[in-house]
């Protein structure tokens, strides 16, 4: 019995075998495809068209070993801007959301800056006021709201606010914000051997409290502006303190610079919003390896903005033109993006 049980059960189990090896093929071949079709868009975001065939054209041939423009898995270095290309910016930058919020929480222990601009019109939420904020008076606040403290308390201060403050326009977390196109793109370009970095005006202690979790950038790269730091000693610690100084700002020819000072290779790739990012878009293009160029343009009233000046961060022009006489990428938010934000 215990041999014919035996017997029966491996006829039953060649059995199954032979039917699901030969049975439906045409599902199967269904499935497969199916699921091919899943995994080969890898920008699913993007409306098929001029931008994304290109970048997809460069990707694969970027690293073909048999194509006359291979690039090698160690140059393939990525650089993109924060505010305006990877997230939100417009009609006021993020991190001043955060700086508002700062000024508010700190100002117990300030009581003269209800008597002191640009402090007074935080305080009183005088919204005439804050629109005619010049850019000495957001540096002010910016560096009231940003010293004072360690890089890693700035960090849990920062991190805080973004697990719970909400964009006032499009009622959703800051974090929520970001480009779901971008997100697509940088994961494609990381699937691809690419290393991602963010070149960004905004603070770079700022950009570290959320970039690595919602974008999966390492704090090691993002390089942005930033404050001076002291090294001081409280009781018997080395603490590295943020002081009220401008140590960097990272626009313009600075975006470069600081490319090389913290890379140390000529990225092949680049994206940027505005003419602060022109400089990094021509250093990226007119490289020895072939260079891909992006230039988000914001023209997408309904779901986002359209504009080509921002009051606080500059204009959209040279870049513009440049970009259309060296044939880089314009991306149209409003014909390129099938969606705009995160669900």
């Not at 870049?319 to 880089?328: I, R």
Request: aromatic share 10%.
């Amino acid at each position: 019995m215990r041999k014919n049980h035996r017997c029966f059960i491996l006829t039953c189990i060649l059995f199954s075998w032979i039917i699901s090896s030969c049975n439906k093929p045409e599902e199967k071949t269904k499935n497969a495809m199916e699921n091919n079709e899943k995994t080969a868009d890898a920008l699913p975001s993007w409306n098929d068209g001029e931008a994304k065939k290109r970048i997809k054209f460069f990707v694969q041939n970027a690293t073909d070993s048999t194509s006359k423009t291979y690039i090698l898995p160690v140059e393939r270095i990525a650089v993109f801007d924060n505010d305006g290309t990877l997230w939100n910016e417009a009609p006021v930058l993020l991190q001043v959301y955060f700086t508002f919020d700062r000024i508010k929480s700190l100002a117990a222990k300030h009581p003269e800056w209800k008597t002191q601009q640009p402090f007074k019109a935080i305080l009183e939420n005088d919204r005439e006021a804050m629109k005619k904020f010049t850019l000495k008076e957001l540096e002010q606040l910016v560096l009231a709201a940003h010293t004072g403290i360690s890089p890693e308390e700035f960090k849990v201060v920062a991190t805080q606010w973004f697990d719970t403050a909400q964009h006032p326009v499009y009622k959703r977390l800051y974090t929520k914000c970001v480009y779901q196109p971008q997100l697509e793109l940088l994961n494609y370009l990381r699937e691809n051997g690419f290393k991602t970095y963010i070149v960004s005006g905004g603070g770079v202690d700022f950009m570290r409290a959320f970039a690595e979790k919602t974008y999966g950038i390492q704090p090691e790269q993002i390089i942005g502006s930033s404050v001076k730091t002291e090294l001081v000693n409280i009781d018997g610690k080395q603490v590295l303190v943020k002081m009220p100084d401008l140590q960097n700002f990272d626009d313009k020819a600075e975006k470069v610079s600081n490319i090389n000072l913290h890379i140390g290779r000529r990225p092949v790739v680049a994206g940027g919003n505005s003419d602060g990012d022109l400089d990094m878009l021509k250093y990226t293009a007119e490289g020895t390896n072939p260079g891909l160029a992006l230039l988000i343009h914001h023209d997408d009233a309904a779901r986002e903005m359209a504009y080509e000046k921002h009051p606080q961060m500059g204009e959209l022009k040279k870049a513009l033109t440049e970009a259309k006489a060296k044939n880089w990428i314009v991306v149209s938010m409003k014909k390129d993006w099938d969606k705009v934000f995160p669900d």
